[in-house]
C-alpha cells in the first residue's frame, strides 16, 4: 500500500495494519504467517546467474525461478 511514499503516512501506519491483520485471522482461530524482506540494495553486486543457478540447484521450481527473474 506504499505508506511511506503517502503524505502524513509512515511505517507506524503499515505496522497496524499488520498487526491489525494478524490480530484479526489469531482471533477466528487460524494461523497467521508473515515473511518480510527489503532487498533494495540487497543484490547491487551479486553475479544473478550464478544466484538463480543455486536456487535451482536446491530444489526451488523452476517456474518461481523464471518470475524472479522477470521480476
Given at each position: 500500500m506504499q505508506f511511506g511514499f503517502k503524505q502524513h503516512s509512515s511505517c507506524a501506519h503499515a505496522l497496524f495494519v499488520v498487526s491489525q491483520v494478524a490480530?484479526?485471522?489469531l482471533c477466528h482461530g487460524n494461523s497467521?504467517?508473515?515473511?518480510?524482506?527489503?532487498?533494495?540494495k540487497a543484490f547491487d553486486r551479486v553475479n544473478h546467474v550464478k544466484l538463480?543457478?543455486?536456487?535451482?540447484?536446491?530444489?526451488?521450481?523452476?517456474?518461481?525461478?523464471k518470475i524472479l527473474i522477470d521480476w
Open positions: 490480530d484479526y485471522f497467521a504467517y508473515l515473511a518480510s524482506l527489503d532487498a533494495s538463480f543457478n543455486k536456487v535451482i540447484d536446491r530444489g526451488l521450481p523452476r517456474n518461481i525461478v
